[in-house]
């Protein structure tokens, strides 16, 4: 599901990116030093997501992370970082912000019709 209109602010904060991000949720998976752990996208943009998780990684964690496109395509697979920790006592929803790292033109393709077409996913 999306909210088509995107926001300055995020979490109550003065959004600092230089790019906005939509709230997009759609089913995602962190992978991790050989771990996976499923989590859902609260935002998204070309250069970044926010997930919802309650097992933070630490900052500057090297992630893969696999955006689901629904059962008739490939899942997205990018490289991340993770630059931030929400959490639920800093009024934010629990989880992390992630950088992608190495997004082709491609994949930026990918990212914005997921961002523009959420329910393509489905």
Do not use: W, Y
């Amino acid at each position: 599901m999306v909210r088509p209109a995107m926001t300055g602010e995020f979490h109550g904060e003065t959004e600092r990116r230089a790019r906005l991000r939509a709230q997009v949720h759609i089913d995602a998976e962190l992978r991790a030093s050989g771990t996976s752990l499923a989590v859902q996208t609260l935002d998204l943009s070309g250069h970044g997501v926010f997930v919802r998780t309650a097992r933070p990684l630490p900052v500057g964690s090297m992630v893969q992370v696999v955006l689901r496109r629904g059962p008739q395509r490939n899942p997205l697979v990018l490289a991340a970082e993770v630059v931030r920790i929400g959490t639920p006592r800093e009024g934010r929803a629990p989880g992390l912000g992630l950088r992608f790292t190495g997004v082709t033109a491609i994949d930026e393709a990918s990212l914005q019709t997921l961002i523009e077409r959420p329910d393509a996913s489905s």
